[in-house]
């Protein structure tokens, strides 16, 4: 378990580590800066939320039967897509106040963080061996 939280800290990392140049490149391209800023805050966000919503489910579908478990996954798996369309549907009516391309940008966070995930991890174990 302890691992796992680990891990899960290193994934949420990867999120920002991912955004802070998707944030920047946005800031210089967008013609509207704010809103592009604040799409790929609000992607970032809900990308480490929904890493957050698979640690935790996982953890409990791990404690269940295989049919319960296979049901508990694909509901969770549901909520999760729900969420990012929801996110995703806000921004494409609210575009002037938060950017749907920035939002995209920030949700492929969690897509991305899971290819990073082993360099943070080196990362975080050669900041720790220095410091």
């Not at 939320?49 to 698979?54: A, F, L, P, Q």
């Not at 995209?104 to 963080?113: H, I, N, R, Y």
Request: hydrophobic share 55%; charged share 15%; glycine share 6%.
């Amino acid at each position: 378990m302890r691992e796992a939280k680990k891990i899960l800290k290193e994934m949420i990392i990867g999120v920002f580590i991912w955004s802070l140049p998707v944030l920047v490149m946005l800031a210089f391209i967008a013609e509207n800066k704010p809103a592009a800023v604040c799409g790929v805050l609000a992607g970032a966000f809900t990308a480490a939320g929904i890493i957050y919503h698979m640690y935790k489910h996982l953890d409990i579908a791990l404690d269940m039967d295989p049919e319960n478990a296979r049901k508990h996954t694909l509901k969770s798996a549901f909520q999760r897509t729900f969420i990012m369309v929801a996110v995703l549907m806000v921004s494409m009516i609210w575009y002037s106040y938060v950017h749907p391309i920035g939002v995209v940008l920030g949700l492929m966070g969690v897509k991305m963080t899971a290819y990073m995930q082993p360099y943070v991890h080196r990362f975080i174990a050669s900041v720790k061996r220095v410091g």
